[in-house]
């Protein structure tokens, strides 16, 4: 009898080789183990071995040997195939299962006869028959330029070598002309040869090769190919001295597979990585397939592409060291910037800060004292994090005050970067800061800044709350709690705020105490002292962070100075268009007067004594027109007169203009663009002090970006929670009936 439960030992990426009995085995690959029994469903272990290995479960194809048959593959595309497969199996405690990105491909492995001596490849693109006899291949893009004489080559497997990829090659059929050819270096001789070798079908190996000579020889024994090139005498360049072009092999090795040179994929991507940014590994892995039919899988693609963007945009390491140099630079071409980097003990990169002078006294003389803090991650070679400091022009717009790179989000970082921020801005202003309350800001905002204000932001107290909740809710009741909170959250007076925390109460005592206990008075309209203008989240920069999603993967003086110049750009481009307006208010701003203008006209004002007047439409508003106080609250929180105070100013023959905050008008919008960000020059020597040369080391952080597709994992949306799976017959959360252990 079978027993119920065995362990699948899941294997992908390694290769099989045809044994002279017929038998199959598997070598190499990843492997992972995975606990199946009979209440198992394919569509789940298919999900859980494709998120072990990153492929897609659309296309994988499961495969498994019968008990003593190691001959044929038999393929699992059901749950009755999954479930035989445990009945087999079932007496073993483990069962080797063997994972395929491509059925069609791995059908070829199950049909291959037995007395065939080949070698089936597996990749991640599937199945690769090659009709040779076994040669070692394997692929090695970060191996050293040098090999050791005598050494065996490096080949990439390929599907086939027909004369498709042979018109893609013909462009390299005189990359090496013969004897008294000339390289500037054994670099670009090398990779000469390696293309010479594609056009012209034939596998190479090195007899000698180091800094003074290279001696090559065709790998087919007894081909009299071969080519000798050394460095000319008194010069750098590399000749070719002797060559025999004969080959006897007729290309028979080339169905073998092609020598792997570093970063002989990234010089091939290179111009097109140039003009695509974002030319995914995948799309690489297919075009260098068609073009020349070479088979590489998702790693070989992506450390291709790392190659050629490092031979693009610099070294990353070497962009680190430029740190000190650059923050001279920015300080020297942009007067008043403040720009300041820091190291560890061991030289390492620790944190680097910038805030430009047109930043600082644009913030100053035309922005709201309303600052957004928030971060985002960056997925370069070594990772790290981007903390910002955005405030918002009188048109709505974003306004990077400030900005800094940190090997990582912790509460020391974020409390050192308000410092630096605070020594940047020297704030004259009582500040409202919208920011998350955890990562040490709750309470380094109000040591640092005066008698701040702190607003909680809206978007990541709901999603704690969603968090808290899930699991003890149905969808249903979490949607509910959510909307409420958000109506507590913008409700303008008290009792509107206690209506909607009712509403929670009523749903759930707990949760109406997690949110009384969440200190309303940092993010409730009816509590907060500050003035936030109606921004609720830490999120408003988009446009910033969209920016630097657009850099995140470049080297870090790369990143900062493409920031710099999105940043450039942007307030040349609005300070063009100011000058351009007409109106006393920029346009968002006049657009939102004009409509509270419109609605005015249709409401009923009254003379109650000295300067407030009550107002009547569909509810009966007060309006004190000295205090710029009206009890629908809209002109406190937004800053432009509500409808209830234009209806009193035209009753009076006022200007509502009179009674806009300044930050709204075109002239302080033209105040905060008045400055100009300067470029920054490439800081490509080292600092002179005097007769002497300073030179501060910097190293790369120690966190380094693992190989592969960077794991991003997305906070659920509070706005539209998704929909939980709910079990109809025990009415549990996260299952159907179809997987309930309940009945």
């Known amino acids: 009898m079978a027993s119920d439960k065995i362990i699948a030992i899941c294997q992908s990426g390694g290769e099989f080789v045809t044994g002279k009995d017929g038998t199959l085995s598997y070598n190499g690959g990843d492997a992972y183990a995975i606990d199946i029994d009979h209440q198992t469903q394919l569509t789940d272990f298919k999900s859980e071995v494709a998120e072990m290995f990153n492929c897609s479960a659309d296309t994988m194809s499961i495969k498994y040997f019968l008990p003593g048959n190691k001959k044929t593959l038999i393929t699992v595309s059901k749950d009755k195939d999954l479930q035989r497969m445990i009945n087999f199996l079932g007496d073993s405690a483990t069962a080797d299962v063997f994972v395929f990105s491509e059925e069609t491909a791995a059908r070829n492995v199950s049909n291959m006869h037995a007395s065939r001596s080949s070698r089936t490849t597996v990749s991640e693109a599937g199945v690769h028959l090659v009709d040779v006899a076994p040669v070692d291949v394997h692929i090695d893009l970060d191996r050293d330029l040098d090999v050791p004489d005598e050494s065996p080559i490096s080949c990439f497997p390929i599907a086939t ?29 090398r990779e000469a040869l390696h293309k010479y070798s594609i056009a012209h079908g034939f596998v190479y190996r090195y007899k000698k090769n180091d800094s003074h000579r290279v001696t090559v020889k065709c790998k087919s024994q007894g081909c009299p190919w071969r080519i000798y090139a050394s460095r000319l005498s008194t010069t750098q360049l590399i000749c070719i001295k002797k060559m025999n072009a004969e080959h006897t092999c007729e290309g028979a090795a080339v169905k073998a597979g092609y020598r792997s040179t570093r970063g002989w994929v990234g010089s091939i991507i290179k111009e097109k990585l140039k003009v695509s940014p974002n030319y995914r590994p995948k799309d690489i892995a297919d075009d260098i397939k068609r073009e020349y039919g070479i088979q590489l899988n998702y790693s070989q693609a992506w450390r291709a592409k790392e190659i050629a963007r490092e031979q693009l945009q610099g070294s990353y390491k070497e962009a680190y060291n430029q740190l000190p140099f650059f923050c001279e630079k920015i300080k020297e071409t942009n007067p008043g910037s403040v720009a300041t980097f820091s190291t560890k003990e061991d030289s390492s990169f620790h944190r680097f800060f910038v805030s430009f002078h047109a930043s600082i006294t644009g913030y100053e003389q035309g922005c709201r004292p309303l600052i957004f803090l928030d971060s985002a991650p960056l997925n370069s070679k070594y990772q790290g994090m981007l903390l910002a400091a955005i405030s918002v022009d009188g048109d709505d717009g974003i306004f990077p005050v400030a900005f800094a790179v940190v090997d990582t989000e912790t ?12 020594s940047a801005i020297f704030p004259t202003r009582q500040i409202t800061f919208v920011a998350d309350f955890q990562n040490g800001l709750k309470k380094s905002l109000p040591e640092i800044f005066d008698k701040c204000y702190h607003s909680y932001c809206l978007r990541h107290l709901a999603e704690k709350l969603n968090r808290d909740l899930k699991g003890q809710f149905s969808h249903e009741a979490r949607r509910f709690m959510i909307n409420d909170f958000y109506a507590a959250a913008y409700a303008p007076r008290h009792e509107g705020f206690q209506r909607s925390v009712e509403n929670i109460k ?16 940092h993010w409730a309209n009816a509590f907060f002292e500050g003035a936030r203008y109606n921004h609720m989240t830490s999120n408003f920069g988009h446009q910033f962070y969209s920016w630097v999603s657009e850099a995140h993967e470049l080297p870090i003086t790369q990143l900062i100075d493409t920031l710099r110049g999105k940043m450039m750009e942007s307030f040349y481009i609005r300070r063009v268009e100011s000058d351009q307006w007409t109106t006393k208010l920029t346009p968002t701003k006049e657009e939102k007067l004009q409509k509270e203008m419109s609605i005015a006209s249709s409401l009923q004002v009254l003379h109650s004594h000295g300067s407030v007047f009550e107002v009547r439409g569909e509810s009966a508003d007060s309006v004190d027109i000295d205090q710029w106080d009206c009890s629908c609250k809209g002109w406190q929180q937004s800053g432009l007169p509500c409808c209830h105070a234009i209806a009193v100013f035209q009753c009076v023959d006022r200007s509502p203009y009179d009674y806009c905050s300044r930050y709204f008008t075109s002239d302080a919008y033209r105040s905060a663009y008045a400055g100009s960000i300067h470029p920054v020059p490439n800081a490509d020597r080292p600092i002179q002090v005097g007769s002497s040369e300073v030179e501060i080391i910097v190293t790369p952080p120690p966190t380094k970006r693992a190989p592969g597709r ?15 799976l709910q079990c109809s017959k025990c009415k549990g959360l996260g299952h159907n009936k179809k997987t309930c252990k309940g009945f």
Not at 506 to 521: D, K, M
Not at 710 to 724: C, M, N, T, W, Y
């Open 161 to 189: 070598y027909d004369e498709k990829h042979r018109k893609a090659t013909l462009q390299w059929e005189n990359a090496i002309t013969g004897v008294d050819q000339r390289f500037k270096s054994f670099v670009e001789f």
């Open 411 to 422: 509460e020391e970082n974020w409390h050192w970067f308000l410092m630096e921020l605070n």
């Open 506 to 521: 009523g749903i759930s005592p707990e949760a109406y105490n997690w949110v009384i206990q969440s200190e309303p008075e």
């Open 710 to 724: 960077p794991k991003v994992r997305h906070a659920e949306s509070v706005d539209i929670i998704k929909r939980q």
